[in-house]
Antibody, heavy 126, light 108 residues
């Protein structure tokens, strides 16, 4: 079955760029939407953005000016870069597969985010 | 941005009881709503997609209902492993695809 694994530095200095990669195994990245979500300590879930396998992206407007999500289908990976980080960006970062919308019998169905990585903790601190 | 409001924030029940969790959207999301379960130290797990469809491997005691702005997740008879935090999430036309703030289901 498809598995996701986040990787990247656990500590980033303020004003620097946070870079994470999600490796997809057990299946191809060449379909579906690939998503980043984060969870600040003791808080709820925040949708960061996603990328379709074709390369088109959608970002959270609150992060858009600092955010880049990219995909490398040859490596079965997708990545997140968040620039000018502050302590407010300290969180557990998850990658997930979003199956998006599928049309069935004339109606769209939303299939949810059905595969998640285990999450990686990123702390922003000097 | 569509805001999802979950209630109650905390629900205290005993094993065997029925749990009813609510999610209200600030504007219609049709049926483009999913529910997730999160246990401490773990990633969220998809329970329900398209408002009322159980994801693969999810027990039949979990059910979802609703459309438009009002949604409900029901657990018919609580098992010890069901005590966790539950989130709803919408996927409307435009990002961000927001989550609710969560309902913590705790053992009474």
């Amino acid at each position: 079955q498809v598995q996701l694994q986040e990787s990247g530095p656990g500590l980033v200095k303020p004003s620097e760029t946070l870079s994470l990669t999600c490796s997809v195994s057990g299946g191809s990245i060449s379909s579906y939407y690939w998503t980043w979500i984060r969870q600040s300590p003791g808080k709820g879930l925040e949708w960061i953005g996603n990328i379709y396998y074709s390369g088109s992206t959608k970002y959270n407007p609150s992060l858009q000016s600092r955010l880049t999500i990219s995909i490398d289908t040859s490596k079965n990976q997708f990545s997140l870069k968040l620039s000018s980080v502050t302590a407010a960006d300290t969180a557990v970062y998850y990658c997930a597969r979003d199956r998006g919308m599928t049309m069935i019998a004339g109606d769209f169905y939303y299939y949810g985010m059905d595969v998640w990585g285990q999450g990686t903790t990123v702390t922003v601190s000097s | 941005e569509i805001v999802l409001t979950q209630s109650p924030a905390t629900l205290s029940l005993s094993p065997g009881e029925r749990a009813t969790l609510s999610c209200r959207a600030s504007q219609s999301v049709s049926s483009y709503l999913a529910w997730y379960q999160q246990k401490p130290g773990q990633a969220p797990r998809l329970l329900i997609y398209h408002a009322s469809n159980r994801a693969t491997g999810i027990p039949a005691r979990f059910s979802g209902s609703g459309s438009g702005t009002d949604f409900t997740l029901t657990i018919s008879s609580l098992e010890p492993e069901d005590f966790a935090v539950y989130y709803c999430q919408q996927r409307s036309n435009w990002p961000p695809y927001t989550f609710g703030q969560g309902t913590k289901l705790e053992i009474k």
